[in-house]
């Protein structure tokens, strides 16, 4: 049997397929942007879930690499909320499975309008993935656990490289500059390694205080609020325990009133934006609560998670493992089987995802 831990520590191997095949991935998408690869002024992305938190994840680096706006929408927001469409941007449709009902409508009705869409999935076999402009494969593989772990990592390393390709494709883009960047990326699979296992030897030594608390606080700043906003959800989807992510500023207003000492606070330090925050944040709980920690690039004490960054934009990635791991051992200590399907109730009172062409996923 296969662990959710073995599956998270498989992914520096696929992060350095995805960038060993960057420009064969990317290949029908380019071939798809033609000339129109200069015209592009926006990314808009697209995604629920994880595929949402990714793309939260993604943004910021998809931005300052591309030299364009670039913005996050989730597929009910999209659909019923945005009047104005930008006829210059590139829409892209996330999601893992591919057959997650309401993006894969907001993508059939973009597409059928003629706006460029791009569908990101985990094979070109799935709805979104047929139905797209262009698909490109995200390159995660099979996961065993409907807890996407990789398929996070892979959409947000994926999000990354589109936009240096299309970047560089414009000449927005210097050779030099995409080269810097690529060397960045490959140094995650590496710092990936490190945090997980200095996760696991830091679980071990605050067992005690993670496993009494009964709520979870996640906080991070930039790429981390993406990464806060999955850790909450992994926490959920894996512990079913309360959890919560939030923007590191906003969260530091009225969620803090909140606060207990069964709250367990996680502050994500970047070393870089909101980081004096994000230390007071970890201070505050300790004095306060007793349950906050650090994690990232700076502690406070030795009961903080502490490691290096090596990854410039692509940091998302080494923060990954430190809330999956988290999750996953605190449902391990709490005796949960995660290998028990999920059954959804006989009465069907909504729906999110269509398995109907592929009943072997029906219950992911």
Known sequence: MVTLLEVIQRTPSIVRSILDTRKEKTKDLMNYLGEKVREIDEFV??????????AMSSRGAVERISGLRSTVSFPNEFY????????????????QSGNSILTRECMRKMTAEGYLTVGITEGPTTDIAKEAGVHVD???????????????C????????????????????????????LADAYRVPESHQAVSSKTLAWFEKNKERLMDS????????????????????KMLEITGRVAVGYELEEGLHG????????????????GDTGSEKAVGLGKMCKNTTGKGFLMGAEGVDETDLV???????????????????????????SGIDLMKPFTPPKESYFETHDFSNDPSKAGE
């Open 138 to 152: 995200m390159g995660c593989g099979f996961e065993e656990y409907g807890f996407r772990t990789i398929g996070y």
């Open 214 to 233: 009964t709520s979870y606080f996640f906080y991070g700043a930039g790429p981390l609020w993406g990464v806060a906003l999955e850790g909450a959800l």
């Open 45 to 54: 992305f697209i995604g629920s879930g994880t595929s949402g938190t990714c």
């Open 80 to 95: 019923t909320d945005r009047a104005v469409r930008n006829k210059n941007a590139l829409y892209i449709f996330t999601s």
């Open 255 to 270: 969620p803090t009133m909140a606060f207990n000492d069964k709250t367990c606070v996680i502050s994500l330090n970047g």
């Open 154 to 181: 892979a959409s947000i390393l994926t999000h990354i490289v589109i936009a240096m390709e299309i970047a560089l494709a414009a000449g927005r883009l210097s050779q030099e500059d995409y080269d810097r960047y």
């Open 307 to 333: 490691f290096d960054i090596a990854g410039g934009e692509f940091r998302a990635l080494e923060f990954a493992p430190a809330v999956e791991i988290l999750a996953y051992e605190i449902a391990i200590n």
